[in-house]
């Protein structure tokens, strides 16, 4: 019987798994819309509880959107309000947890990340689950969000109730949340006795176990083609993650704007156009691919040794390829003649 490469490309990744021709009953998957992408769960050797396990995952991946909606209707979409009005709040467990862990990376950040800039997102159009038009915002709106607050301007008063003395603190985990969900999603199915599996969303994703015989195949998608730009294997326990221009963007008179902010700036980070991020943590991969981007091909590397991460790549906007050692041994790029650059971190 002949076999086919069915590959699955959403936003920053492709994944690319290996089936027959007709499917086998070692492999179960689940899709579904939550985080604000398409969401598909691929499970091997599922066990026998699987469609409990899929429907458990699905409804906590649910939660977390509600949870980390910075607008509309979500749980941190009405601390916001709150705190932007100068009420106090009461943050539940899981809401502080994410935040304490957020400022933590973003303290390590050397300022790359910061999930306190809701506002320059916004006024950059960004908010809203609709693609932008423009025009950007003026010059004279970016002056009065500089230079940003950060998660320190969100302070316990003297009752202990949450508060801050900054209105334009917005908090925007955007860059964060996803990662968040998908160690969710895996620590759901762990729990319902799921051993080998791959949580994909949008492109973002993190695999247990292996696929059969082998690991996990992994396709990066090229910035600028719809192909894919290199393959890679993930191991058990391991996410990846990539941040581009291309994910959401709006052009303007000729100019392209994405949505990769810079917080020092509260304009568009330039001179990168993708970075992708292995590491066994998927929201500090996550936040990570923020702030190698933000970094640029000047502090990518010096950032990446304050977050603790040594599998990166940078895709520059000239086509250069920059890549720490490490991910060079796991990466196999489909054009042999690209301009790579291993670099230590």
Not at 8 to 20: E, K, Q
Not at 75 to 99: F, K, M, P, W, Y
Not at 133 to 152: A, F, K
């Amino acid at each position: 019987m002949t076999c086919r490469v069915r590959s699955l490309m959403v936003l920053a990744l492709i994944l690319v798994l290996t089936h027959g021709c007709a499917k086998t009953p070692e492999t179960q998957r689940h899709a579904f819309f939550a985080v604000g992408t398409l969401v598909e769960i691929t499970v091997f050797d599922p066990p026998e509880n699987i469609s409990e396990a899929l429907r458990a995952t699905e409804v906590a991946l649910l939660a977390e959107e509600q949870r980390w909606r910075a607008w509309g209707n979500g749980e941190l979409a009405e601390v916001n309000r709150r705190l932007s009005a100068g009420d106090t709040v009461e943050l539940d467990a899981a809401l502080l947890a994410g935040i304490n862990r957020a400022r933590d990376i973003a303290a390590r950040s050397r300022g790359h990340f910061n999930p306190a800039i809701g506002r320059v997102v916004e006024a950059w159009g960004f908010n809203s689950e609709e693609r932008p038009v423009g025009p950007p915002p003026t010059d004279q709106t970016l002056v009065t969000l500089l230079p940003p607050p950060s998660l320190n301007a969100l302070r316990r008063d003297d009752n202990g109730h949450w508060i801050t003395d900054d209105s334009r603190l917005w908090i925007d985990m955007g860059a964060f949340a996803k990662g968040l969900a998908v160690e969710t999603a895996i620590e759901t199915l762990q729990a319902n006795g799921v051993r080998n599996a791959i949580v994909n969303a949008g492109g973002d994703l993190k695999t247990i176990g292996r696929h059969g015989e082998r690991a996990w195949r992994i396709g990066v998608r090229h910035p600028r083609g719809n192909g894919v730009l290199a393959a890679l294997e993930a191991l058990d326990n391991e996410s990846v993650f990539t941040s581009g221009d291309y994910e959401r963007f709006f052009e303007w008179k000729g100019e392209r704007f994405h949505h990769v902010i810079d917080p020092a700036t509260a304009r568009p980070a330039r001179g990168v156009t993708s970075v992708t991020i292995v590491h066994a943590d998927a929201a500090l991969a996550d936040a990570a691919a923020t702030a190698l981007f933000v970094a640029g091909a000047n502090d990518w590397q010096a950032t990446a040794r304050a977050l603790g991460i040594d599998k990166a790549m940078l895709v520059l906007d000239d086509g250069r390829v920059m890549l720490t050692p490490d991910m060079q041994s796991r990466i196999t790029f489909e054009d042999m003649k690209m301009n790579v650059e291993v670099i230590a971190p």
